[in-house]
């Protein structure tokens, strides 16, 4: 596959399809994955279709951008990447992965993706920053954030409320050099 701007040698950032609307529902529902989302309910099928067939609009008239994340080899989602909260005056907007599969993770596929969201966001987007909140027992997604050259600024006590009780939130930032 040809390197693009939102690709390298191991994987593609895409656009959301009407056809990814399947996976997406799987994925959005699964409830692990309901603790970083701050999801609370199920969503139908139906809402996810018609997510699905309305996420080609633009960034500036949604405020968010969701991308497939998707190995070249097999063609095959993994995950999604989120521009989220998009602030075109200034110049901001938040950040969240999903890699679905335990078996997936570990691998740099994250790590790899992100490094592309950036680029497309600074160079593409003209952002000043991007930013991200993440629970203090994430420690997976700390590493890859602050791998990705995402900083500390702030923490949140008793943010985030789970099965167990309260968890912290950091928050974090990158900034475009």
């Not at 609370?40 to 018609?50: A, D, G, W």
């Not at 968010?64 to 602030?87: A, K, S």
């Not at 629970?135 to 167990?164: H, P, Q, V, Y």
Request: net charge negative.
């Amino acid at each position: 596959m040809e390197t693009t701007l939102l690709s390298n040698d191991t994987l593609h950032l895409r656009a959301v399809e009407p056809e990814d609307a399947n996976i997406i529902f799987e994925w959005e529902n699964n409830t692990e994955n309901w603790q970083v989302s701050n999801t609370l309910t199920p969503f139908s099928h139906h809402t996810i279709q018609q997510y699905a067939l309305s996420a080609s609009k633009d960034i500036f008239e949604l405020k968010q951008l969701r991308l497939m994340i998707v190995l070249n080899e097999g063609n095959q989602p993994i995950g999604t990447i989120d521009l989220f909260e998009y602030d075109p005056f200034h110049q901001r907007a938040g950040v969240g992965i999903l890699i679905n599969s335990a078996n997936d993770r570990g691998k740099g596929y994250a790590t790899q993706a992100l490094t592309i969201l950036k680029k497309y966001a600074f160079d593409y987007l003209h952002m000043k920053q991007l930013y991200c909140g993440i629970g203090s027992e994430n420690t997976g997604s700390l590493e890859l954030f602050e791998k990705a050259g995402f900083t500390i600024c702030g923490i949140k006590k008793d943010w985030l409320r789970t099965m167990d009780g309260w968890m912290d939130e950091y928050s974090l930032q990158c900034f475009n050099k």
